[in-house]
């Protein structure tokens, strides 16, 4: 009998789709069924532990316009601060595939810093007019491998004492079309340490009390 995962999964589809992640290196992918991620197939039926809530992530879109219009391999922002400098890069080879996001910032204070992604690529009125955090699931603040967590929550960034910090996350979640788009929204990063939804504060649980931002940059389109 064939074994079944949710709703329109079968592990068949699994088997097929795990053999071309593992040719392309790929530690795991978006399972085609239902766009959840997995990381291998005994996983699978364990899925989720940690990192999304079924439903957070999604199934790529079928809407061809918006395969031409709303989306990219490549985003990248150019950060600017008093002071700062920085460019960060976003590439996610298809919808099913995490994301990367890679970086460096220069000018920054020695330290943790927090970095999200806020909901608006509106900076007329510098970070404050860019919204909250992106949540487009309604979820508290939290840790990027919290399953509770805001969309744009990144966590943390360490800056050396000559001001350098380097970014490199590999995300699940985040896509760069569809619902969970990044494309046009701001990436911030902020005075204090993000404390991922655990600070006790009343600001931990919207945005890691992390105070004013710093450095920001609007996610735009890149050239492949
Ligand atoms: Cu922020
Ligand atoms: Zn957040």
């Given at each position: 009998m064939m074994k079944t995962w949710g709703s329109s999964c079968e592990i068949k589809d699994l088997l097929v789709e795990?053999?071309?992640?593992?040719?392309?290196?790929?530690?795991?992918?978006?399972?085609?069924?239902?766009?959840?991620?997995?990381?291998?197939v005994k996983d699978w039926f364990n899925w989720p532990t940690t990192g999304a809530e079924p439903g957070m992530a999604e199934s790529?879109?079928?809407?061809?316009?918006?395969s031409v219009a709303a989306r990219a391999d490549r985003a990248v922002v150019v950060l600017k601060g008093?002071?700062?400098?920085g460019t960060v890069n976003f590439e996610q080879r298809t919808p099913r595939h995490p994301m990367k996001i890679t970086g460096t910032v220069q000018g920054l204070p020695q330290g943790q810093h927090?970095?999200?992604?806020?909901?608006?690529?509106?900076?007329?009125?510098?970070?404050?007019?860019?919204?909250?955090?992106?949540?487009?699931?309604?979820k508290d603040h939290g840790g990027p491998e919290d399953k509770i967590r805001h969309l744009g929550d990144l966590g943390n960034i360490t800056v050396d004492n000559d001001g350098t910090g380097h970014i490199d996350i590999t995300d699940k979640i985040l896509s760069?079309?569809?619902?969970?788009?990044i494309l046009g929204r701001t990436l911030v990063i902020h005075e204090q340490p993000d404390d991922l939804g655990k600070g006790g504060k009343v600001a931990s649980k919207k945005n890691g009390n992390t105070g004013n931002g710093v450095a920001m940059g609007v996610i735009g389109?890149?050239?492949i």
């Open positions: 795990e053999q071309s992640w593992v040719k392309s290196g790929l530690e795991g992918g978006r399972a085609p069924c239902n766009g959840l991620w997995f990381e291998e790529p879109s079928t809407d061809p316009a918006e008093e002071g700062v400098t927090g970095i999200a992604i806020h909901e608006f690529g509106d900076l007329s009125k510098g970070w404050k007019s860019t919204g909250n955090h992106f949540n487009p699931f309604k760069l079309s569809g619902k969970n788009s389109v890149q050239k």
